[in-house]
């Protein structure tokens, strides 16, 4: 089922994230509905807290760019729980990004494009490997979801002012786009 992805101002992307446990109801299902919202969004990565569910879960497709980045050509991957350590002796490059959460807004965001990561994946099964380049950026635009954080909040205060304009229409929710979303609308006060 495609869920609405939840935009920039609503809570659910700034609260905290919860462990996630072989318990967790239905993770199933939440797993395959997030790897259809993202498809169905045109994105490649996608984690819990942007279809408004605060657990620590992430889902990364970037086999859409295997043909400008062959070493991306079919990686996917679930991850559960995961650790993310910025290695010291990685390129540290200025790249574009954008979210689903905050669409219309790209920005470029400097990021040390090779880290450490591990997690857990749906088999349960634990996992560990350093990440560089293109995929590393990925993992840790992504994992920002998870602590609360978006990438714009790793730009600089002047370019977050040149952006207030769109993103006050996204908090208003005054934006179109291809897809389903949610954004925050405070109670009217009587």
Same mark, same amino acid.
């Given at each position: ?77 679930? $991850? ?65 979801? $998870? ?19 769109? $993103? ?18 405070? $109670?009217?006060?009587?």
């Amino acid at each position: 089922m495609v869920l609405p992805i939840y935009l920039y101002g609503h809570p659910a992307l700034r609260n905290a994230n919860a462990e996630v446990t072989p318990e967790y109801p239905k993770l199933d299902e939440l797993i395959a509905n997030m790897k259809e919202t993202m498809y169905d969004s045109d994105g490649i990565g996608i984690a819990a807290p942007q279809v408004g569910v605060n657990i620590k879960l992430v889902y990364i497709d970037v086999d859409v760019l295997g043909d400008d980045m062959p070493e991306l050509k079919g990686v996917n991957f679930v $991850l559960i729980n995961p650790e993310v350590t910025v290695l010291e002796d990685g390129e540290v490059r200025n790249r574009e990004e954008g979210c689903l959460s905050l669409p219309g807004v790209h920005e470029s965001v400097k990021r040390v494009e090779k880290i450490n990561l591990k997690w857990t994946d749906e088999n349960w099964q634990q996992h560990e490997q350093v990440i560089e380049g293109y995929l590393a950026r990925v993992v840790q635009h992504e994992c920002d979801h $998870l602590d609360g954080k978006v990438f714009i909040d790793h730009i600089s205060p002047i370019r977050k002012q040149l952006n207030k304009a769109k $993103l006050n229409n996204i908090i208003k929710g005054n934006v179109r786009c291809g897809y389903r979303t949610r954004c925050f609308k405070p $109670l009217k006060k009587k």
